[in-house]
């Protein structure tokens, strides 16, 4: 019982799984909300499921919580708990079982979506990629929508450089940051360092997040580069990936939040879709011209993952064009407003 008196704390749940199979991403861009909410005096309640990879992400973050199987009923009582103002839920098998659940409760309800395809009632929605204004028919019952990279969200590793902090050279030797997530759950960061190509020898530093787990192959793929006059640097579970970025001239990434991420920075990219939900994304930045590539990873064989990669070496002049383009899709605020916006 409260003492009469006391004020509760305000409090927002967040829900969201991770894992090597999953990637981070999800637990990722929470984590920027949840880094905005202290300033506001706002206590975040992280309800994150997953395997030791969520579990190694919310250690390395400073997120408070406990990684295990969260049940729809425990979600409900957290939401129930005095002080609470809204639940925060991403990723597909969350919404499905959790939204229906909490509309039902009258509970405020926000969900972070990549689809374009949600028909709950919900206070808001919010889909941060370049595209998502172009979904907005998908959200029919949303009574706010928050689309577009107007909500990017960015955790404060990446905002303490300065917006547009990479300042790409086009020299003879690029360095090149090469990261697929916080798992790679495709194995892509090995097969992309197999079939790097020797014409233009770079300087490879390569991100191998907490949840990486091939480690033996990706010694063996670095060998194979290093044969074809590569220099490879393997940081892994980097404490500090922004500042591999902001040195970087270029990078080769998935399609996920790395992009939105490089474009704050300006660091020129690569996007490859190694999972369904990043194929729409990608295939809009390439069209927009904020990136190269674009392709989703399946339709990928080895020589047409090569020619790629060999076009975005050679290609000085597109990939600072690209930069510059997404450089101006992406200020850095994006968490702010969510927190204004749908959380106030």
Known sequence: MTPRGHRIAPAIVFRADASHALGLGHVARLTALLEELGPAGVRPIAMFGGDD???????????????????????????????????????????????????????????????????????????????????????????????????????????????GACRPRTGARLRIAISFGGSDPVGATVRTLRQFPSER?????????????????????????TAAGHTVDIIRDP??????????????????????????????ALGLAIVPDQIASAHSQRRGGLIAGGAAWHDLDDAALRAQLLGFLLDDRGRLDHRDRALATADGRGAERIVAEALG
Not at 59 to 85: C, D, F, I, N, S
Not at 119 to 139: I, Q, T
Not at 243 to 265: K, Q, W
């Open 53 to 163: 990879a969520a579990a190694a992400w919310m250690r390395g973050h400073g997120v408070a919580g406990e990684v295990k199987p969260w049940t729809v009923e425990a979600l409900l009582e957290a939401a129930g708990a005095p002080g609470v103002r809204a639940v925060v839920l991403d990723g597909p098998p969350v919404v499905a079982a959790a939204a229906p659940a909490l509309a039902a409760r009258g509970i405020r309800t926000v969900v972070i979506d990549d689809r374009g395809e949600l028909a709950n009632p919900v206070d808001a929605v919010v889909n941060h990629n370049f595209h998502a204004p172009s979904l907005a028919a998908g959200y029919p019952a949303a009574r706010r929508r928050l689309l577009g990279r107007h909500y990017l969200m960015l955790r404060r590793e990446i905002r303490r450089y300065p917006h």
């Open 239 to 268: 404490g500090d990936p922004a500042g591999v970025f902001v040195h970087a001239d270029a990078a080769i990434c998935a399609a996920g939040g790395t992009l939105g991420e490089l474009a704050y920075l300006g660091c020129p």
């Open 201 to 225: 020898p770079a300087d490879l530093v390569v991100l191998a997040g907490p949840g990486f787990r091939d480690a033996h192959d990706l010694q063996r793929a670095a060998a194979t580069a």
